[in-house]
Structures are given as structure tokens and as C-alpha cells.
């Protein structure tokens, strides 16, 4: 594979302003494919197979006005008003009316006259049924609906809104995470280069990567139902790998300016060296994205392959246009700032690097992990276990109005609910019952006795009817995220037969709090399966790019290790609340949907930094045969830029933590720490003790498994001799005496 890079690397080193054009043309028809679609996210969820979606399509072929979205609307008074005085009922009555008359809207329940008021009498509780899913519901409806709650909210009335669709439900997200990300990932690659330029161009074209992924993403949206949380997802990754990519290939190309190689001769080494471990660890990370397709739930099939597409653009902007515009740099990626303190700073840390890389500190981290290789490990493995503990106790769910800031009208019409009514009201349950086979006049009244019979029923009432169905909400004691609400669904599905008998009826458990529980449940199932495909894909992959089975191995423990200890913080945090205020956090449940995606991103990113590390050791292996000085002279060599790698990442992932979001918040926290986990204390701690403590054995592999697994040249140590070979064959020609025709 190495050789093939080579030759792309040297292909556009020649071709190089074809190739900047063509990423420009790139890049300028995306802006044009996703301004011309005007493509939206949308959070329009559909779980194929489940009893809550049979509940949506039966709604949708009988009674189709009531298979929309619903928004509660709470009404609360001021002081010791009640909603039943009148000017507060009044000022309910109009804003009812007026919802009723909004398009998309199919029915309105008015507090007042269903008596769905609290006991003291100071929070009414309406709703809002929609024609439409959450996602089609138009922004201009949304609107209209704030505009005829001001006047109640004039008159001194608290009014929050809740539910499936609601004005403020969908959040737009800020330039901020993108521009600290960007900052921070700058000042690290300044750092780590010493040159403006060196540390520009990683950027440069991350961001151009980034561009065509979120266009092309927008472009999507406007035909298939993209989340909002896979944008978010597209652009951490996007970015972190775009920049990572960049780093590691121009990382080697810097290297060999410093050693003397000129620019046409080194670019194309970097692409063939550098660029197979890059071309290795997004094909890693993209497979794993697009393993999130076993799950069967489409918006986390959609999430998986936009963050995919986004990682393949990453990858493809590092392997052609960073060497085209390497090549127009020329010598400039060498050309070192002159820091006031130590002018000559820089410079001679790349050459000490280049040339005496003894003397680097990440020979001297080496060095110290050979030495203290048991003591490390036994601490290492201990502080990640002790981390991954809270795992034990992880609750999953998808957001209620609990999980969102406390400052949003979710938050604040469920805490009013909460309080005036009982934690059940946040979440009821909705029963689509068939009663067109029924000739008991009293089926329906004794459907509905028998479900308030059942344990945990605070209150059931019928909703509507049409076309020989019966719509019937049933309100549990608790709330949608506590787990007595998702035994109470399991109960009236397994008790379905006993419910309905001598009713005629047949009914369907559905509502937004059934389909939570059921994506739950479908992805706590799928979580297995998924975790056995990526541990089986791994043990393949890694098998097949070091040609040796305990390297594999070692991974896949350390990979374990560091997704379950940042679980394990996450579950601290979010559910428990440990510095929940420090990073203003709403503690809750965990996303159902977050270990899968936390498996699937860590998964290809371990891969990343453990084909970086190692295989600069199994270079140094291939060319010295020793295994504790190969430990130590490859990380050496590739410390220095997997901690820039890594730290650009955290960096990234933590700015987006800063995000006021249910489902970004916990996604990039937990990402910052499994990458900052597994970098530092796995791959460039416990993977080279565990080496150093294995020794030769290390690269051991019989003669039989030689012969069937291929030799990829990861490491592009034969690439490099090949090159080198060529290099002083041409040089010994050209100083070859030329004879003198007579």
C-alpha cells in the first residue's frame, strides 16, 4: 500500500494546481448544492419494528390528524392567582383558540374545560396536537405559536411549552466551539512545528475537508432526515481528524526537510509512509461509523454515515491537497519563528529531534516506561478500572424536558408539571386501540377500567376516536425516564391478551415516552452485537497491518479499558452530578444511543494512535531487532506528535462541551476523555510497557500465518529502503568518470 501512496504522493506533487483547483471546485459546489437544497436537520425519529412506530403507521392509515407531534402547553399564575379567575382563564381561552386555528394544527385540548388543572389551582395544563411529525412542522407555526402566548405572558401569566415539537425545540449551533477548536488546535500545532506555516496548513485544509462534509451533509437533508446531533457529530470529527491527518503526514515531511531531503523528494515519502498509517486509521474509524447501521434505528444510521463521509473527506484532503499545497510551501514548513526568549528554540528542537532523537523527551518517556513497565501497568489498568466503576450504575434514556438547561421552557413547563400534577404528566403513555371488532357497547369503558387497574396507572382517559379506533392516554405515577415507567410499557404489552379479553379491542402501547423506551431497548440490545463487530473487526485489521496477534491484542484490552473509564466519567457527571455545575450540566439519564457511538468513535481513534505508536516501533524493530531500545526509539519518534494529535482532539471535543445541549454536551465530554485516556495513559503508556515487558515475542508469528496474512508495509520501512536504494544508485551514477569519445 505504501508504494502505491508514494506514487499518488509524487502524482500530485507534479500535478499540484489540478489538484488545488479540483478541491476548490469541490468546495464551491457543496456551498452551491447546500444553498440551492436548503437542506435542514431535523429531529424526525423513526424505530422500524417497534410497537410504538405499528402504534405511528396505525394512527397514520385511521386516524392520521393524530399521528403529528404533540406540545403541552402549562399555564401557571403569579402569586396566589388561579388559573380559574378571570382574567387568567380568559387569557387561557384566547391563547387556546388561537392555537386551534394555527395550520398543521389538527386538535387543541383546553385546560379548562378537560379540568386538567392542578389541585391548588395555579397551573393549567393544555395540549396541541399536530398533522405533522416533529420535523415538518414548519418554523413559521412555531412562531405564530409564541406570538399568541406574548399576550398571556403580558398579563403576568407563567406560559412554558413542552412535549414533541415546541417553539425553541430544535437549537441552532454556535460558530464558538468551531473557532476555539481552531485556536486551540493552531497554538498546539505552533508548539509542536515552530513555524507558522507548519502549523497553518494542518488547519487550512482541515477546514476545507469540513466544508465540503457539513455542505454535502446539508445537501443530504434536504432529502432524507438528518439529526441535528449528526451535524454536530460531522463537524468534531471532521475537524479533529482533518487536522490529525494533516499533522501526522506533514509531521514526517518536516522530518525528512530537516535530515536534508529536498521538497519533491520528501512529500511523496510522507504520503507513502506517514499516509498509510492515515489511510489505515480512517478506514478504521470509517467502518466503525458505518457499523452503527447494525442497530437498525435509521437516525443513527444516518449519524454514523454522515460522520463517515465527513472522516473519508478528512482523509482524502491529507493525502492530496495538503501535498499540493506542501509542494507550493516548498521550504517554508521549515522556516522557525524566532520566540523572544530562545530565537533558536525551535529550530533546534526539530533538528535534535531529526538527528539525536535520544535526547527528546519522548525518548526519555520511553526510557522511563521501559524501566518501571510492571509498576505502570499496574497503575495504569487500576486508575482506568477505577474510572470505568461508575459503568456499573449507567441508566440509559433519551431527553426529557429534565435533561434540558434548566434556563429552557422544556426545562421549566417540567418542573412545573412535575410539581403541580406528578412526574407521570411529563410522559404519558398513548393507547391505540382498534375497536372495530367490539359489539359490547361498554368495551371502551372497560378497556379503560381495566388499564387504571394496572399498577403505576395514575390516570387513564380517553383522547379521541375516529375510523373504529380509541385513542386512550394513560399517565403513569412516575416519570418518562424513570425505569418503573418502562416496566409499567413491558406490563401492558405482555398483559395485552388478558386486558383485552371479552373487549374485542386490540391496542397498541405508543406515545413519545413508549418510542424512547423502545429505541432504548433496541440499542442496549444491539450494544453487544456491535461491541463483538468492532472487538472481531479490530483483532483483523490490526492483525493484518503488524502481521502479529498479541499487538492486536493488547489494543483491544487497551480500547476496552478506555471506552468503559470515559463512560465511567460520564455517568459520574451527568447522572451523578459529580462537578455538574462546574461544567453546567443538567444531570440526568445517559443517551441510549451514546455508549454505541462512544464504542464506534474511540474504537477508530485507539486504532489511530496505536498504529501511529506502534508502528514506528516495528520500524525501529525491523531495522535494530531489539525490542526494549525499539520500544524506546519509537516513542521517541512519534510522542512528540501523537500528543499534538491528541491534544488538538481534546481540544476540539472540549470546546464543543461548551455547547448548551442535551445531546452534544455529554457526547463531546465523553469523547474528550476517552481520547485523552487512551492516548496518554494507554497507547503511549501501557501498549509500550506491555511491549517492553513481552519483548521479541511481541512479533512473533509462525511461518503458516506469514504466508496467508499480506504484507501491507504499514510502516513503509520497505518503501523507505527501496527509496533510499534508488537514491544512491542514481547518485553513485551520476559520480560514475564519463568516458571522452575520442
Not at 29 to 42: D, E, F, L, M, P
Not at 193 to 214: E, H, K, N
Not at 318 to 327: D, N
Not at 686 to 709: N, Q, T
Amino acid at each position: 500500500m505504501s508504494r502505491y501512496l508514494f506514487l499518488l504522493g509524487r502524482l500530485v506533487v507534479r500535478r499540484r494546481w489540478w489538484v488545488l483547483v479540483l478541491w476548490v471546485f469541490l468546495l464551491v459546489g457543496g456551498i452551491i448544492v447546500a444553498v440551492g437544497a436548503a437542506g435542514k436537520t431535523s429531529d424526525n425519529f423513526t424505530i422500524p419494528g417497534t410497537e410504538s412506530q405499528d402504534a405511528v403507521a396505525l394512527l397514520q392509515q385511521r386516524m392520521p390528524a393524530f399521528s403529528g407531534a404533540q406540545m403541552q402547553v402549562t399555564f401557571a399564575t403569579p402569586g396566589m392567582a388561579k388559573v380559574t379567575d378571570a382574567q387568567p382563564s380568559a387569557e387561557i381561552t384566547r391563547a387556546m383558540a388561537g392555537f386551534k386555528e394555527l395550520p398543521q394544527v389538527a386538535a387543541v385540548v383546553d385546560p379548562l374545560e378537560s379540568k386538567t388543572i392542578s389541585p391548588d389551582q395555579r397551573v393549567a395544563l393544555g395540549s396541541v396536537q399536530f398533522s405533522e411529525s416533529a420535523g415538518k412542522v414548519s418554523e413559521e407555526t412555531l412562531g405564530e405559536v409564541d406570538r399568541i402566548a406574548a399576550p398571556a405572558r403580558d398579563a403576568g401569566l407563567q406560559v412554558e411549552f413542552s412535549g414533541g415539537v415546541y417553539p425553541g425545540f430544535t437549537t441552532e449551533m454556535p460558530e464558538t466551539p468551531e473557532i476555539i477548536g481552531i485556536i486551540v488546535a493552531f497554538l498546539i500545532l505552533m508548539i509542536t512545528f515552530g513555524a507558522v506555516v507548519a502549523a497553518g496548513l494542518p488547519v487550512g485544509t482541515a477546514l476545507i475537508g469540513v466544508g465540503i462534509g457539513v455542505t454535502g451533509i446539508l445537501g443530504i437533508a434536504a432529502f432524507v432526515d438528518v439529526p441535528a446531533a449528526a451535524l454536530s457529530l460531522a463537524l468534531m470529527l471532521g475537524l479533529s481528524c482533518g487536522i490529525d491527518y494533516a499533522l501526522f503526514i506533514l509531521s514526517r515531511h518536516r522530518h525528512n526537510i530537516v535530515l536534508g531531503m529536498s521538497v519533491a523528494e520528501s512529500i511523496p515519502l510522507a504520503v507513502g509512509t506517514a499516509g498509510s498509517s492515515v489511510v489505515f486509521a480512517a478506514v478504521t474509524v470509517i467502518i466503525a461509523l458505518c457499523g452503527l447501521s447494525v442497530a437498525g434505528i435509521p437516525f443513527l444510521t444516518v449519524m454514523g454515515l454522515t460522520a463517515a463521509g465527513a472522516v473519508l473527506a478528512a482523509m482524502l484532503v491529507a493525502l492530496t491537497l495538503l501535498p499540493a499545497l506542501l509542494s507550493l510551501a516548498g521550504g517554508s514548513v521549515a522556516k522557525f519563528i524566532s520566540p523572544p526568549l530562545h530565537p533558536d528554540r525551535p529550530e533546534e528542537v526539530a533538528r535534535i529531534a531529526a538527528y539525536e532523537p535520544e535526547r527528546t523527551m519522548g525518548h526519555a518517556w520511553g526510557r522511563f516506561v521501559t524501566r518501571f513497565r510492571v509498576p505502570l501497568l499496574v497503575a495504569g489498568v487500576a486508575v482506568l478500572v477505577t474510572l470505568a466503576i461508575p459503568v456499573t450504575r449507567i441508566h440509559l434514556g433519551l431527553p426529557s424536558g429534565a435533561s434540558q438547561p434548566q434556563s429552557s421552557t422544556a426545562h421549566k413547563a417540567y418542573d412545573l408539571i412535575d410539581r403541580s400534577f406528578g412526574p407521570g404528566f411529563n410522559g404519558p403513555l398513548l393507547v391505540a386501540a382498534d375497536m372495530s371488532r367490539a359489539t359490547d357497547p361498554n368495551a371502551a369503558q372497560a378497556l379503560i377500567a381495566r388499564l387504571q387497574q394496572e399498577p403505576n396507572v395514575a390516570v387513564v382517559q380517553p383522547a379521541g376516536t375516529g375510523d373504529g379506533l380509541l385513542l386512550i392516554q394513560v399517565v403513569p405515577k412516575t416519570g418518562p425516564d424513570d425505569s418503573a415507567t418502562a416496566d409499567l410499557v413491558t406490563r401492558l404489552r405482555d398483559d395485552r391478551t388478558a386486558i383485552e379479553a371479552g373487549t374485542g379491542a386490540n391496542y397498541l402501547v405508543g406515545g413519545t415516552t413508549a418510542a424512547n423506551i423502545d429505541t432504548s431497548s433496541r440499542l442496549a440490545g444491539a450494544l453487544p452485537i456491535f461491541l463483538t463487530v468492532v472487538v472481531g473487526l479490530a483483532l483483523i485489521l490490526l492483525t493484518i497491518a503488524f502481521r502479529t496477534v498479541l499487538v492486536p491484542l493488547s489494543s483491544i484490552v487497551g480500547f476496552i479499558l478506555s471506552v468503559f473509564a470515559a463512560l465511567g466519567a460520564q455517568v459520574a457527571v451527568f447522572q451523578w452530578g459529580w462537578g455538574a455545575s462546574f461544567l453546567g450540566v443538567t444531570t440526568g439519564q445517559t443517551l441510549s444511543f451514546l455508549p454505541i457511538i462512544i464504542l464506534a468513535i474511540i474504537f477508530g481513534l485507539s486504532s489511530d494512535y496505536q498504529i501511529f505508536v506502534v508502528s514506528r516501533i516495528k520500524e525501529e524493530y525491523s531495522r535494530s531487532s531489539e525490542a526494549i531500545a525499539s520500544v524506546q526509539n519509537g516513542v521517541a519518534h512519534s510522542a512528540r506528535v501523537v500528543t499534538a494529535a491528541a491534544l488538538i482532539m481534546f481540544g476540539v471535543f472540549v470546546a464543543f462541551v461548551t455547547v448548551d445541549n442535551p445531546v452534544t454536551k455529554p457526547l463531546a465530554f465523553t469523547l474528550a476523555v476517552g481520547v485523552i485516556l487512551d492516548a496518554f495513559v494507554v497507547r503511549l503508556t501501557l501498549v509500550p510497557a506491555v511491549m517492553a515487558l513481552i519483548g521479541d515475542r511481541m512479533w512473533y508469528h509462525p511461518r503458516w500465518f506469514a504466508r496467508i496474512v499480506p504484507d501491507l508495509d504499514i510502516e513503509g520501512t520497505e518503501l523507505e529502503r527501496r527509496v533510499h536504494a534508488e537514491g544512491a544508485s542514481l547518485k553513485a551514477g551520476a559520480q560514475a568518470p564519463q568516458s571522452v569519445p575520442d
